[in-house]
């Protein structure tokens, strides 16, 4: 599994463990570019979630920080995630 991959699989477990509703959309050219690696409701509220292997949460692109920005101008949550540290990750999504 990629530094990313690992990530990922953290986030999932954590928006498992809160009983988030989430999906992980594919991105296959045909939806939205820049879509964050999760989509989530937690707690009433929207939460985009970017994954980045340790080490590389300034490594996003124009364009996921375009949606993350449209997120927060939303009044979502929008985080980017570079740990596997799931108790970090819950934390960031409970306190957002």
């Not at 988030?20 to 594919?26: H, K, Q, R």
């Not at 879509?35 to 692109?61: H, L, M, Q, W």
Request: include cysteine; glycine fraction near 10%; charge should be positive.
């Amino acid at each position: 599994m990629t530094p990313e991959g690992k990530v990922k699989a953290s986030i999932k477990a954590v928006l498992k463990d809160l009983g988030a509703w989430f999906y992980m959309p594919i991105q296959n050219g045909m939806g939205v570019t820049g879509i964050p690696d999760f989509i989530a409701c937690y707690n009433g509220r929207f939460v985009g979630i970017e994954a980045k292997a340790p080490g590389k949460s300034a490594n996003t692109t124009a364009n996921q920080r375009r949606q993350l920005n449209d997120i927060e101008a939303a009044e979502g949550i929008a985080l980017v995630v570079a740990t596997t540290d799931k108790e970090a990750i819950k934390q960031m999504i409970v306190t957002a």
